[in-house]
């Protein structure tokens, strides 16, 4: 089981180094924080596995605002999101885009979550399997990849989906690629243990209930 928490635009230094004193994570999973890229090196130094939220493709380069897999590496990150659905919603970034910050990622030594997911007018036009497949295609193929199922429509809504669509979801992910599925979207303390009660859920990407060192803390622990 990996439980990852990604903080998102949330959490300066001060604010990290709190949350670190204060969060005690249980045996028996493993837990993973994604703090922006300010606060990474505050989070480092407090000795949790961290990742960054991005990664670029390239090594260096003229690339205004975005960071490399080396940078990352320097600080004593372990890996990176890539393909968040705010990243494509609200940045323009593309299932090829994602590919390439994956791919660049895991051959520099990086572990990579991939985000993929439908939208609700996806999932309500029937279209959640072949959103599922065009975003899956283009992703490398490789053992330090994990994959994480975020419905778009359970982000930050508060509507979770059930286990048994995270379920139906993260099997039929299972049959395109051969790695880990996460679940993310609303995970919170109450409904963390039914959903990662399913076969095929191998763990959870939580945001916003993984601001809180208790509430983390507690996800963590129902997947102990
Ligand atoms: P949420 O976010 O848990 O606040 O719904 C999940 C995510 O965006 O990774």
Redesign the pocket.
């Known amino acids: 089981m990996l439980i990852a928490g990604?903080w998102k635009m949330f959490k300066t230094q001060a604010k990290t180094r709190a949350f670190c004193a204060a969060f005690e994570p249980p045996g028996g999973v493993e837990v993973v924080i994604c703090p922006p890229f300010t606060s990474l090196g505050a989070a480092v130094e407090s000795g949790l596995t961290v990742f960054a939220q991005n990664v670029h493709w390239a090594d260096e380069g003229a690339y205004t605002g975005e960071i490399s897999a080396a940078m990352l590496k320097e600080l004593g990150v372990s890996g990176s999101l890539v393909g968040?659905s705010e990243r494509r919603q609200l940045f323009g970034e593309t299932d090829d885009g994602t590919a390439r910050r994956a791919e660049h990622a895991l051959g520099a030594g990086l572990r990579v979550i991939a985000c993929v997911g439908e939208t609700e007018a996806e999932r309500e036009a029937g279209a959640t399997e072949s959103v599922l497949r065009r975003q899956l295609a283009p992703l490398p193929r490789h053992e330090q990849l994990v994959i994480a199922y975020?419905p778009v429509w359970?982000?930050?809504t508060g509507k979770t989906a059930t286990p048994e669509l995270a379920q139906d979801a993260h099997a039929y992910i299972k049959t395109l690629i051969d790695a880990p599925v996460l679940y993310?979207?609303?995970?919170k303390p109450e409904n963390a243990a039914e959903l990662l009660a399913q076969p095929d859920v191998d763990g959870a990407?939580?945001?916003?209930?993984s601001l809180d060192p208790d509430s983390f803390a507690a996800i963590c622990r129902a997947a102990a």
């Open positions: 990604n968040h975020e359970a982000i930050g993310g979207g609303s995970v990407l939580v945001g916003g209930a």
